[in-house]
């Protein structure tokens, strides 16, 4: 069956400028994160869904980020007023159920570039 | 803390060698799940095993072949007989009763198989 999708898959935008960011789980799987990749600081974990709501944020690095997800289903990362130091790849996983143990299954990736 | 140490930044190696990636943990928790994801040029993680704390089984599949030792904290992956396709970053990586659904990641081995 498909996997992760993720879209776009590369992103070049101008400092101030809002940027979204949009995962689409692999059908059927519950739960959703979301992590970023950058040289400096490796792969971090950014947040969690499980269903629409967001049980663990605490990796969100300011609130000129933010998340949602709609339909249990797609979701969409949101950066305001974006930053050099926002470049990265942001990566989208998911599983199948709310157990912590689940395999997180990872999609290709969104490359951000802010200029 | 919990933590995930890879201290192989880069290993090169000519087909047909093998190789070992060495992965070292730290978690208080008794009850965790040890993972490894390959990230191919392509950018993306490609789920390779899970094992979990319980389970100091060994296990090979095909090429591969992970070793599990608790009383080390190791989780260290063999690839046999090497190919230029197994050319990737591999990551290691971590979750805990107590951290939540996220992963933690070491910083991963470039490999590179030569011809």
């Known amino acids: 069956g498909a996997g992760v999708s993720q879209s776009p898959s590369n992103k070049v935008t101008e400092k101030g400028k809002d940027v979204e960011l949009r995962c689409d789980p692999i059908?059927?799987?519950?739960?959703l994160y979301w992590y970023r990749q950058s040289l400096g600081q490796g792969l971090e974990f950014l947040i969690y869904?499980?269903?629409?709501?967001?049980?663990?944020k605490s990796g969100l690095p300011s609130d000129r980020f933010s998340a949602e997800r709609t339909g249990g289903s797609v979701s969409t990362l949101t950066i305001q007023r974006t930053q050099q130091e926002d470049s990265a790849v942001y990566l989208c996983?998911?599983?199948?159920?709310?157990?912590?143990?689940?395999?997180?299954?990872f999609g290709p990736g969104t490359r951000l570039t802010v200029l | 803390a919990q933590k995930v140490t890879q201290a192989q930044t880069e290993i090169s190696v000519v087909e047909k060698e093998d190789v070992t990636l060495d992965c070292v943990y730290e978690t208080r928790d008794t009850t965790y799940y040890l993972f490894w994801y390959k990230q191919p040029p392509s950018g993306e993680l490609v789920f390779l095993i899970r094992r979990n704390s319980f389970d100091e089984q060994n296990e090979i599949s095909g090429r591969y072949s992970w070793n599990f030792q608790k009383s080390t904290s190791s989780f260290n992956f063999t690839i046999t007989a090497s190919q230029v396709v197994d050319s990737a970053v591999y990551f290691c990586a971590l979750i805990f009763t107590g951290g939540g659904n996220k992963l933690t990641f070491g910083t991963g081995t470039q490999l590179k198989v030569e011809l």
């Open positions: 869904f499980q269903g629409n709501s967001a049980p663990d």
């Open positions: 996983a998911s599983s199948q159920s709310r157990g912590w143990t689940d395999t997180q299954y």
């Open positions: 059908s059927g799987h519950t739960a």
